[in-house]
């Protein structure tokens, strides 16, 4: 250990601390495509902005705030996986969707403490350092750039050599400062505890340890909080990058990151550019060495603060992780996974036994005679009692549909979702896959997108603009679109197709089929480089059984406050084409369409019903299947077909905001051939084959 870490620290970095008393990012060269994220390094192609002096947006950024609305505002920043948003739900006594990998927090939550409504806790998505990469990372640093509170940086006690770059650049805004040393159970159980009072009197700033799954450390970090600790000294910016910061002028977040090559801040002045490409050798060189600097200080002051003779990770975990991360092994995992998850539990469980029992024990044996006899004697009118308790009722299409098929099957998936993102397991997956998905113009990243897809596509398309670039995005959201069966969606096919394993199996192999060619396709016809990738893998973890629940809880009412009201406009939109005959006539210009692919006329109005909610339609031929009128061929080649079809009108109107008309126009367009053209292929096939 140094006679004295804090000087030693210094020394490391070479700080000057009369300059700079502004975050400066440990992270990447945007412009160059190089991504420096304290750990680890990846490269690839990234866009750049033009530039001048600062750009607008990173003037909107340095502006004052406006006036709070409240007495004070805490902001909770930290990277992925440090257990931010657990934190937030013990501070609020709310829920802020807890992620166990980095791109699922898209958009910033905020609630009241607890302890004092006049207080408000923000929970920022997950940021590595203060030069952005992904929008997850932009929107963090807008939300510190433009607040005037204190500053909650929650780290991960067993990895703090990987947050405490960040520390540094947080020291140097002069806001108050607290260190939330979270996960310190793990540490404890690894032997890697830190000595928070010794970094504490390093640092200047309180550091409390804390473990936000079960409550430990809450009342100790409300209180430091509270006591509003200014940090004492900024920590300065390191040679020789402070020179060239001091030559840019004005203020020196501004100048760090337009050195940097952060396309917001636009380029730095000639003088401030020459200096730099002199000493350093451009924006790349610039960013990578002060990140290197920064972590010198770090690693430093960590000196006698860690134990340095512990190993962070078991031998059994790390074992763990190369079967699971290996082509073979975690192939076949992960196959194991999605049959016991997807196709038993949401598949078997959520669409078979719990749909069975609220469709037929509750609403086809109870509630919906219940609902036609009270509209048949409280509504003299016909077309009103049509309207609520009709084929097309309100009651007994809209919310039968919604609670007894879609909601029991969203909620089996969101569970076993939950359950995956907590154990750390979605995050090898993502690794994983990365090499397969860059064939296709995606990377690892992608995976929560596509995986999400499978319980809400509307949301997975939301969750798309994590991604890197505007190729991926749109490659993602075009196979989201067409391939990807949101989970109610898929419990009904899966629910249909359990008479028969052969046709499940003819469903997935036609599924991935289509799913490879249009990535491949798209990846071709696309122009753009290949996505760079980065990943920092959480440690394997046992869920926590509150916080599965909580979580799944908190989806499954999003999701149903979300699909209620558009069921219930489906089926006013449906009884009054009913009534004016537009439904008729639309659906006898699907007939020949569905003829053609070998399927009963009656299956025309599940497709027509798709468009509404996807589900919707699935729900549609359930009710065909039930009774019998489709053999396995017509029920593979209508659960191939309405898979495929066009997506509902809710992820339509996302992918407007999101893609563009244009692009969402052709997905629409691409989604009807392609499911009607491999439809029919199937069919034919099947037929062939295996005789009906």
Same mark, same amino acid.
């Given at each position: 250990?140094?006679?004295?870490?804090?000087?030693?620290?210094?020394?490391?970095?070479?700080?000057?601390?009369?300059?700079?008393?502004?975050?400066?990012?440990?992270?990447?060269?945007?412009?160059?495509?190089?991504?420096?994220?304290?750990?680890?390094?990846?490269?690839?192609?990234?866009?750049?902005?033009?530039?001048?002096?600062?750009?607008?947006?990173?003037?909107?950024?340095?502006?004052?705030?406006?006036?709070?609305?409240?007495?004070?505002?805490?902001?909770?920043?930290?990277?992925?996986?440090?257990?931010?948003?657990?934190?937030?739900?013990?501070?609020?006594?709310?829920? %802020?969707?807890?992620?166990?990998?980095? $791109?699922? /927090?898209?958009?910033?939550?905020?609630?009241? =403490? *607890?302890? #004092? @409504?006049?207080?408000?806790?923000?929970?920022?998505?997950?940021?590595?350092?203060?030069?952005?990469?992904?929008?997850?990372?932009?929107?963090?640093?807008?939300?510190?750039?433009?607040?005037?509170?204190?500053?909650?940086?929650?780290?991960?006690?067993?990895?703090?050599?990987?947050?405490?770059?960040?520390?540094?650049?947080?020291?140097?805004?002069?806001?108050?400062?607290?260190?939330?040393?979270?996960?310190?159970?793990?540490?404890?159980?690894?032997?890697?505890?830190?000595?928070?009072?010794?970094?504490?009197?390093?640092?200047?700033?309180?550091?409390?340890?804390?473990?936000?799954?079960?409550?430990?450390?809450?009342?100790?970090?409300?209180?430091?909080?509270?006591?509003?600790?200014?940090?004492?000294?900024?920590?300065?910016?390191?040679?020789?990058? %402070?020179?060239?910061?001091?030559?840019? $002028?004005? /203020?020196?977040?501004?100048?760090?990151?337009? =050195? *940097?090559? #952060? @396309?917001?801040?636009?380029?730095?002045?000639?003088?401030?550019?020459?200096?730099?490409?002199?000493?350093?050798?451009?924006?790349?060189?610039?960013?990578?060495?002060?990140?290197?600097?920064?972590?010198?200080?770090?690693?430093?002051?960590?000196?006698?603060?860690?134990?340095?003779?512990?190993?962070?990770?078991?031998?059994?975990?790390?074992?763990?992780?190369?079967?699971?991360?290996?082509?073979?092994?975690?192939?076949?995992?992960?196959?194991?996974?999605?049959?016991?998850?997807?196709?038993?539990?949401?598949?078997?469980?959520?669409?078979?036994?719990?749909?069975?029992?609220?469709?037929?024990?509750?609403?086809?044996?109870?509630?919906?005679?219940?609902?036609?006899?009270?509209?048949?004697?409280?509504?003299?009118?016909?077309?009103?009692?049509?309207?609520?308790?009709?084929?097309?009722?309100?009651?007994?299409?809209?919310?039968?549909?919604?609670?007894?098929?879609?909601?029991?099957?969203?909620?089996?998936?969101?569970?076993?979702?939950?359950?995956?993102?907590?154990?750390?397991?979605?995050?090898?997956?993502?690794?994983?896959?990365?090499?397969?998905?860059?064939?296709?113009?995606?990377?690892?990243?992608?995976?929560?997108?596509?995986?999400?897809?499978?319980?809400?596509?509307?949301?997975?398309?939301?969750?798309?603009?994590?991604?890197?670039?505007?190729?991926?995005?749109?490659?993602?959201?075009?196979?989201?679109?067409?391939?990807?069966?949101?989970?109610?969606?898929?419990?009904?096919?899966?629910?249909?197709?359990?008479?028969?394993?052969?046709?499940?199996?003819?469903?997935?192999?036609?599924?991935?089929?289509?799913?490879?060619?249009?990535?491949?396709?798209?990846?071709?016809?696309?122009?753009?480089?290949?996505?760079?990738?980065?990943?920092?893998?959480?440690?394997?973890?046992?869920?926590?059984?509150?916080?599965?629940?909580?979580?799944?809880?908190?989806?499954?009412?999003?999701?149903?406050?979300?699909?209620?009201?558009?069921?219930?406009?489906?089926?006013?939109?449906?009884?009054?084409?009913?009534?004016?005959?537009?439904?008729?006539?639309?659906?006898?210009?699907?007939?020949?369409?569905?003829?053609?692919?070998?399927?009963?006329?009656?299956?025309?109005?599940?497709?027509?019903?798709?468009?509404?909610?996807?589900?919707?339609?699935?729900?549609?031929?359930?009710?065909?299947?039930?009774?019998?009128?489709?053999?396995?061929?017509?029920?593979?080649?209508?659960?191939?077909?309405?898979?495929?079809?066009?997506?509902?009108?809710?992820?339509?109107?996302?992918?407007?905001?999101?893609?563009?008309?244009?692009?969402?126009?052709?997905?629409?367009?691409?989604?009807?051939?392609?499911?009607?053209?491999?439809?029919?292929?199937?069919?034919?096939?099947?037929?062939?084959?295996?005789?009906?």
């Amino acid at each position: 250990m140094y006679p004295d870490a804090t000087q030693h620290a210094r020394a490391m970095g070479n700080t000057v601390p009369g300059v700079g008393r502004r975050p400066l990012s440990c992270g990447p060269s945007r412009r160059h495509g190089v991504c420096l994220v304290e750990s680890g390094f990846h490269s690839g192609a990234s866009e750049v902005t033009g530039g001048g002096a600062l750009s607008q947006a990173a003037v909107g950024l340095l502006e004052p705030p406006a006036a709070p609305r409240y007495a004070t505002e805490w902001l909770l920043v930290g990277a992925p996986n440090v257990g931010k948003s657990a934190l937030f739900g013990r501070l609020t006594g709310g829920y %802020a969707t807890v992620s166990n990998y980095p $791109g699922t /927090s898209v958009e910033v939550s905020a609630a009241t =403490l *607890a302890a #004092d @409504p006049g207080i408000r806790v923000t929970d920022t998505p997950g940021l590595y350092a203060m030069l952005a990469v992904t929008e997850e990372e932009r929107v963090a640093r807008r939300a510190l750039l433009s607040g005037t509170g204190p500053i909650v940086h929650v780290v991960d006690a067993s990895n703090l050599e990987r947050s405490l770059p960040l520390s540094l650049q947080l020291l140097s805004l002069g806001r108050p400062l607290v260190l939330a040393c979270n996960l310190m159970d793990e540490a404890r159980r690894r032997g890697v505890a830190p000595e928070c009072d010794l970094l504490a009197e390093r640092l200047g700033v309180a550091v409390v340890p804390t473990v936000a799954t079960t409550g430990e450390g809450i009342d100790a970090l409300i209180a430091a909080v509270g006591a509003g600790q200014v940090p004492s000294d900024g920590w300065g910016i390191p040679q020789p990058f %402070a020179a060239a910061v001091a030559a840019a $002028g004005g /203020s020196a977040i501004a100048a760090e990151l337009s =050195l *940097a090559g #952060d @396309p917001e801040f636009g380029p730095p002045n000639s003088g401030a550019a020459a200096l730099r490409d002199q000493r350093l050798g451009g924006e790349e060189a610039f960013a990578i060495g002060l990140a290197s600097a920064r972590r010198r200080m770090a690693l430093a002051l960590l000196d006698g603060v860690v134990p340095s003779a512990a190993s962070a990770r078991s031998s059994r975990s790390r074992a763990l992780d190369r079967w699971l991360l290996s082509p073979v092994a975690g192939l076949g995992v992960m196959a194991l996974v999605l049959w016991l998850g997807v196709y038993e539990f949401v598949g078997r469980f959520g669409a078979g036994t719990l749909v069975g029992w609220i469709e037929h024990g509750l609403f086809e044996h109870r509630l919906s005679p219940l609902f036609m006899e009270a509209a048949r004697t409280l509504l003299p009118s016909t077309a009103l009692r049509d309207l609520v308790a009709g084929p097309y009722g309100l009651l007994t299409l809209g919310v039968r549909y919604a609670v007894a098929i879609v909601l029991p099957i969203v909620g089996t998936f969101f569970l076993v979702f939950a359950l995956l993102e907590d154990s750390g397991y979605l995050p090898r997956v993502a690794m994983l896959l990365d090499r397969g998905l860059k064939r296709l113009g995606l990377s690892g990243r992608a995976v929560i997108p596509l995986v999400l897809g499978f319980g809400c596509s509307t949301m997975a398309t939301l969750v798309t603009r994590t991604l890197e670039t505007r190729r991926e995005r749109v490659i993602a959201t075009l196979l989201l679109a067409l391939t990807i069966p949101c989970s109610a969606q898929l419990g009904v096919v899966l629910g249909i197709l359990a008479v028969s394993p052969w046709a499940v199996a003819v469903w997935a192999g036609v599924m991935l089929a289509v799913f490879l060619a249009v990535g491949l396709g798209a990846a071709k016809l696309m122009p753009g480089a290949p996505p760079s990738f980065y990943l920092e893998l959480p440690p394997l973890r046992l869920p926590l059984a509150r916080n599965v629940l909580l979580k799944t809880a908190t989806r499954v009412r999003w999701y149903f406050a979300e699909i209620l009201p558009l069921f219930l406009l489906a089926s006013v939109l449906l009884w009054a084409g009913n009534l004016t005959g537009l439904l008729k006539a639309a659906t006898a210009a699907l007939v020949p369409a569905v003829r053609a692919i070998g399927l009963p006329d009656g299956a025309a109005p599940a497709f027509l019903y798709g468009f509404f909610r996807r589900d919707f339609g699935a729900a549609g031929l359930y009710d065909l299947a039930r009774r019998g009128v489709l053999d396995v061929p017509a029920l593979t080649t209508a659960a191939v077909t309405i898979t495929l079809f066009v997506p509902c009108i809710a992820q339509f109107l996302v992918m407007r905001k999101e893609r563009g008309l244009r692009t969402a126009l052709a997905v629409l367009v691409t989604a009807t051939v392609v499911a009607f053209l491999v439809g029919g292929l199937v069919g034919w096939t099947m037929r062939a084959v295996r005789p009906a």
